[in-house]
């Protein structure tokens, strides 16, 4: 299983970016995916999780200013961050737990991150 991650780069604060994610490979389905993010500072924080049921999850300093979205069908899963303030600079990494085929049980997978700059 693969997860491509695209989107990031560098934008002033309060303006936006979307990322997006692709999960691909020996997929039977994806019980949860989401978006963490490694600050400059070294912590990693869980900022917006979705499951397959439709719940979600968001970190509070991300409240009302992002949206995460997936497409069941499409195995994607999008954070749409508006808003944006330099503290949300950081290394943002998509994460799948994946129902694997073939009665292989579920493993979690990580994208290879893609870099927000956020500019004051």
């Known amino acids: 299983v693969q997860l491509q991650a695209s989107g990031g780069g560098l934008v002033q604060a309060g303006g936006s970016l979307r990322l997006s994610c692709a999960a691909s490979?020996?997929?039977?389905?994806?019980?949860?995916m989401a978006w963490y993010r490694r600050t400059p500072g070294n912590q990693r924080e869980l900022v917006a999780s979705a499951m397959s049921g439709g719940s979600t999850n968001y970190a509070d300093s991300v409240k009302d200013r992002f949206a995460i979205s997936r497409d069941i069908t499409k195995n994607t899963v999008a954070l749409q961050m508006n808003s944006l303030e330099p503290e949300d600079t950081a290394v943002y990494y998509c994460n799948a737990h994946v129902v694997l085929l073939g009665n292989h049980g579920t493993r979690e997978y990580w994208g290879q991150g893609t870099l927000v700059t956020v500019s004051s």
């Open positions: 490979g020996n997929i039977f389905s994806i019980k949860q």
